[in-house]
């Protein structure tokens, strides 16, 4: 069975930091973009970030440059969000996604995790 499980979600005073991890079991992520979205609550789901297959080029959004980093560790057949210097606007359900193409579109994303949620407040 392909899955994704995150972790490493919670709550986290702005200015602190997170890292997320996103599992694969039945697959191996290697193959495939991973990606990384959010969606907060009323808002429609958005693009984080996400790592190619074979050369691991990174991209992000605007939002969290400077701030978050996506990475490997095929060892583990994980990937890791790094999310540091966190903003209330932040806050949101965090799933992982893998992909075939270099993409922001969720269509090009075929099997999705449950989402960890990351909430950032005083």
């Known amino acids: 069975q392909l899955q994704l499980v995150e972790s490493g979600g919670g709550l986290v005073q702005p200015g602190g930091s997170l890292r997320l991890s996103c599992a694969a079991s039945?697959?191996?992520?290697?193959?495939?973009?991973i990606g990384w979205f959010r969606q907060a609550p009323g808002k429609e789901r958005e693009g984080v970030s996400y790592i190619t297959s074979t050369i691991n080029y990174t991209n992000y959004a605007d939002s969290v440059k400077g701030r978050f980093t996506i990475s490997r560790d095929n060892a583990k057949n994980t990937v890791y969000l790094q999310m540091n210097s966190l903003k209330p606007e932040d806050t949101a359900v965090y799933s992982c996604?893998?992909?075939?193409?270099?993409?922001?579109?969720?269509?090009?994303?075929?099997?999705w995790g449950q989402g960890t949620q990351v909430t950032v407040s005083s």
């Open positions: 996604a893998a992909g075939r193409f270099w993409s922001w579109s969720e269509s090009d994303y075929e099997h």
């Open positions: 039945g697959f191996t992520l290697t193959h495939y973009t």
